[in-house]
Every structure is written in structure tokens, then in C-alpha cells.
């Protein structure tokens, strides 16, 4: 439901009626009472509004809704695409929350592996994205930790090694391995009709949209050799421009039939 909002309705700019979202869905095999579930979920979580017209209801993206898709479809897209220039810096996060806090715990691992934190050891998080202090001072803000919090900017030492703390802060392995799947799935794709280039073009988006959780989009000189994340990155960049204009017009003509 999310990819369908981001990709197709934000972008129209209008109302989409239930039998649209609910048909399209279908072609993903979801049935109609689990899209209905989905629309009512996404509506309650205050993304959507609801327009009766007649015995029909149409909704609409509330300004909450396409202010969050609109930043989740920045960095999407832009996903993978960024400078990979590194000035040697690394951020420090030192935060510690008890172990009887795991709801708290939870909270915060989230969303610091969401804004491109590792943590090699507990209690510690690091980024080589010094920018991304912003991003920590406000979860750690919304989680009222920031006075149990410290942060430093600093160089890698001489003890260690800087790929040893890598290793430990992130899966690398698991992220390549997520990444040699996304390849082989959609390399070789070529729909041919407009409901294939549609689905193919949704499915597409709502896999790499997981990739900013997986990958903290390091700098070249701490990457594996070869690393997948470069041509992944390609191949979603070549079809999804390959495929939207097609997919867009599909839409249209479902959402106005």
C-alpha cells in the first residue's frame, strides 16, 4: 500500500478511489478484504482521508501523508546515487539504555540503523556521515535521551582495525547478499504489457525502498571489493526510469476508468 501511495498517488496530485487501489493490489495476489484492511490501517495512521461520493469513497493523501512519502521517496530514489567522498572522520554516539528498556532499546536501534548507524560494541553507535549528528540529536530528542547521551567527531586510531569495526557495527555480507537478489530479480525483467510494466515497476520500488535500512551507504575505502550495492543501484536507476512513464499512464487509466 505504501509503495502504491509514494509512487503513483503522490505524484498525481488526486483522490484515489478504493476499487483502484483494491484492483491493483489484486495483481500482487492480495485479496480484496486485506487490501480493504491495509487502506483502514494506512487511513487510522492519519496518511489518508476519506471523500464519499454517492455509495463510493475516494481518498486522498493528508498533508502529514504526503509530507512522509514525499521525504521517504527523496531518499529513495536518491538512494545508492550520493557522494562517496570521505573526509577520514568518523561520528561517535555513545548511548547506553538498560537492558529492562527493550521497548525503549528497540526504539532506538531502529531508528539509528535507519539514520546509517552501526554499533560495534553496546552501548556505542558510529556513522562516517558526521552530518548525521542532526539526525541522532533529534531521535535521541523524540526518545528524551539526549542528556544520557555523548557525541564526538573523531579519526581511527592506531589500535585495531578500521574494517575489523566495520565488520562488527554492520552485516555487509547479508546486505550484499540482499543485493545480489534484487539484481537477479530484476536484471533480466522485461514486461511487455501495461499491467506487467506496472507491477514490475511497484515491485521494484518496494524492494529497493528496504535498502535504506540495510545499507549505511559507507564510503568507497570501507567496502568489500566489487561491492553488488554499485550495479544494484544501477540496475534500479535504469529501470525505474525505463518503466515510469509506462507505469504512470497504466495508473491513470485505472484510477479514471
Not at 3 to 11: F, K
Not at 130 to 157: H, R
Amino acid at each position: 500500500m505504501t509503495t502504491l501511495l509514494g509512487e503513483y498517488v503522490l505524484p498525481a496530485g488526486e483522490p484515489v478511489w478504493t476499487s483502484t487501489l483494491v484492483d491493483v493490489l489484486a495483481m500482487f495476489d492480495v485479496e480484496e478484504k486485506a487490501a480493504r484492511q491495509a487502506l483502514a490501517r494506512t487511513a487510522a495512521e492519519g496518511w489518508l482521508s476519506p471523500d464519499r461520493v454517492g455509495r463510493r469513497v475516494r481518498w486522498q493523501l493528508t498533508p502529514p501523508g504526503r509530507r512522509l512519502l514525499a521525504e521517504g521517496a527523496e531518499r529513495i530514489y536518491g538512494f545508492g546515487s550520493g557522494d562517496r567522498h570521505w573526509d577520514g572522520r568518523w561520528l561517535v554516539l555513545l548511548v547506553s539504555v538498560p537492558e529492562s528498556m527493550r521497548d525503549l532499546r528497540h526504539k532506538l536501534r531502529t531508528r539509528l540503523n535507519w539514520a546509517g548507524f552501526g554499533s560495534p560494541t553496546a552501548g556505542v553507535w558510529v556513522t562516517p556521515h558526521p552530518g548525521a549528528e542532526a539526525d541522532a540529536k533529534l531521535i535521541l530528542d523524540e526518545l528524551d535521551l539526549s542528556t544520557q547521551a555523548m557525541s564526538f567527531l573523531a579519526n581511527y586510531g592506531a589500535l585495531g582495525q578500521e574494517r575489523d569495526m566495520v565488520t562488527s557495527a554492520w552485516n555487509l555480507s547479508e546486505v550484499a547478499d540482499r543485493y545480489e537478489s534484487f539484481i537477479d530479480e530484476f536484471a533480466a525483467l522485461d514486461p511487455r504489457t501495461p499491467d506487467a510494466i506496472l507491477r514490475a515497476q511497484t515491485l521494484l520500488v518496494h524492494e529497493w525502498r528496504r535498502f535504506p535500512f540495510l545499507d549505511p551507504q559507507l564510503p568507497n575505502e570501507l567496502l568489500p571489493p566489487r561491492w553488488s550495492g554499485t550495479r544494484a543501484t544501477a540496475v534500479f536507476n535504469d529501470k525505474h526510469l525505463h518503466w515510469r512513464e509506462p507505469a504512470q499512464q497504466r495508473w491513470t487509466e485505472l484510477a479514471s476508468s
